[in-house]
């Protein structure tokens, strides 16, 4: 993109749609005050978008429907990419994004589900979304809920933690073919996989893919491809976090 | 007798055929119980291998849904291994479950300190909203599993232990039972302790208060109990002394009052053998709590 911040805000005085990719940038910059924006901020911006606009069957008008798909972020930090398309989908306002981090605000620095309209988890501390997803795909398929997809999106160096580990490997086994993990690769982790990320899913019996995070139609393929009987893991790499 | 974790399965059993919304989350640890009513309903009870993270956070994930949790395994490995899972898969996220423990302080001292848990209590005392039960017979344990997961979304302990007394009470989930009035104190008897306290206070001049819901803590009946009785305060509970110290003062704030808290030792003991012999090496048999109380109370105590 190379619309300038001026041409943004003359945009935004002109009540222009924010529900587009190229609005994102904008959105941003309502938390920010900065055309730049970190490395965690960005590196899940092309995936959410893609998810949210084409993907996943959820809205504001049906936050509290038992069918609608769930997309919980295990990422919590750096949110701002994740509060600005909210905002473009309309879940929250336009107007809540400058307070973002005060006192007032319902958007922090982490995100909390009790305050964020949308937000189906509160997360911050690293390892938790996908033992939750899992919960919340066996508690779907226990009601008979077949329908709905849960997504859970995380960081490559959240996997890490013991917690996924043991969401991954209970997953594969137990066939939740409506779960699928996005693992956002920016190379953030000190002691990476050997074989890749894409391999651990894979003898922990997932379906896998390993993808460009920026290449937007790329993402929608990997996302929509079919996975029979297994969960699936889209590995969405992006620019590495220090460079 | 049979014990009260030989009651969790066939309760939760009825439980989960009963009422579609109840979903059983294991660790490895009592699945051969639930093995029956698993083939009834297969995605309702779940084990999930022994892995206590996500054995909470998919208890949290189902709660999502709409459905009654209730998770269970080894006080151990059930509130203090995945114990940020607790505060924030469940706290934070404005969910609720039904946690039931086994093994207690020291339900299998032959077993060793990896698998005993006198903090429990204290470790979710530091969240905000858990009831915590603590039943002192299989009955009651019976009484508090179905309060306890009939009690909507909310956060809910359950702590089942070997120990047990010889016969029930009526417990209702909320109020401590008022056992013995006297005037010279108040004894307030945790659960599975309540008999040994019933002894150590024969021919004491003291009300004797049965606690098997100690959070949220009854201040009404023992300020009430404090009214009759001198306003000194004896705790006598089968996890950490201490642990209810702080909400007897609380209960008492603008009363003069003396508190004492009894209960397991904070150091460990590095001893096997038998629960009775953990008992009194914690202070906590009868002849032991006698001599504490008398201490305590002094010569006002003996009529």
């Known amino acids: 993109m190379t619309t300038t911040t001026t041409e943004h805000r003359q945009e935004y005085g002109h009540g222009d749609r924010y529900d587009r990719y190229e609005a994102l940038t904008g959105l941003m910059e309502l938390m920010s005050g900065d055309e730049k ?15 949210y606009d084409r993907v996943l069957r959820v809205g504001p008008d049906r936050a509290d429907d038992p069918g609608r798909d769930r997309f919980l972020l295990s990422k919590g930090h750096g949110p701002m990419a994740y509060y ?23 958007l922090g620095h982490h995100p909390d589900r009790v305050l964020v309209p949308g937000a189906e988890i509160g997360s911050g501390s690293l390892g938790h979304g996908l033992p939750i997803a899992v919960g919340t795909a066996l508690g779907l398929r226990a009601q008979g809920l077949h329908d709905p997809r849960v997504w859970v999106l995380v960081g490559d160096a959240e996997l890490d933690e013991g917690s996924n580990h043991e969401a991954i490997a ?7 073919d409506r ?12 002691w990476a996989r050997p074989g890749g990320i894409a391999a651990r899913f894979e003898a922990a019996g997932w379906s896998a893919a390993t993808v460009d995070g920026r290449d937007h139609e790329a993402l929608y393929a990997a996302f929509t491809a079919p996975h029979p009987g297994l969960p699936r893991v889209i590995v969405a790499q992006v620019e590495p976090k220090d460079s | 007798m049979d014990t009260m974790r030989d009651r969790f399965a066939p309760v939760v059993s009825r439980l989960l055929d009963e009422d579609p919304r109840v979903a059983v989350v294991l660790a490895e640890i009592g699945m051969a119980d639930f093995e029956e ?9 779940i084990n999930v291998g022994i892995r206590e993270q996500l054995l909470v956070g998919a208890g949290a994930g189902l709660a999502l849904t709409g459905l009654r949790p209730v998770v269970h395994t080894f006080a151990s490995f059930l509130v203090e291994r995945p114990f940020e899972q607790i505060k924030l898969d469940l706290g934070h996220q404005g969910l609720g479950a039904v946690l039931v423990s086994a093994a207690a302080s020291f339900d299998w001292p032959a077993g060793g300190y990896t698998h005993m848990s006198p903090g429990d209590v204290a470790v979710l005392d530091t969240l905000d909203g858990w009831t915590v039960h ?11 599993l179905r309060h306890a997961v009939a009690a909507d979304d909310d956060k809910m302990y359950v702590r089942l232990s070997t120990q047990s007394n010889d016969r029930a009470l009526p417990v209702d989930g909320t109020r401590f039972l008022t056992v013995r009035e006297g005037r010279a104190g108040v004894v307030v008897a945790v659960g599975p302790l309540l008999g040994p306290v019933l002894a150590a206070t024969e021919g004491l001049d003291v009300t004797v208060l049965y606690a098997t819901t100690v959070r949220p803590f009854d201040a009404v009946t023992l ?5 009759g009785a001198s306003p000194d305060v004896v705790l006598v509970e089968p996890y950490l002394a201490g642990t209810s110290v702080s909400a007897v003062n609380d209960a008492l704030v603008d009363v003069p009052h003396r508190v004492l808290g009894l209960g397991v030792g904070r150091r460990e003991l590095r001893r096997y053998g038998l629960v009775e012999e953990h008992v009194a090496a914690h202070g906590l048999d009868a002849r032991s709590l006698r001599e504490r109380i008398d201490g305590f109370l002094g010569v006002r105590a003996r009529v």
Do not use: C, M, Q
């Open chain 1, 37 to 51: 924006h970190g490395p965690a901020a960005t590196s899940t911006l092309d995936a959410l978008w893609v998810l």
């Open chain 1, 179 to 190: 779960l699928h993990t996005v693992v956002i690769d920016n190379s953030s982790a000190s």
């Open chain 2, 134 to 144: 603590v039943p002192g017979h299989p009955d009651e344990a019976e009484t508090l």
């Open chain 2, 37 to 45: 009513v698993r083939r009834r309903h297969p995605d309702r009870v």
């Open chain 1, 170 to 176: 209970y997953a594969g086994p137990a066939g939740l």
């Open chain 1, 84 to 106: 600005a398309v909210l905002a473009a989908k309309g879940f929250v306002p336009v107007d809540w994004l400058p307070g973002f981090g005060s006192y007032d605000s319902p």
């Open chain 2, 223 to 227: 300020r009430h109990a404090t009214e």
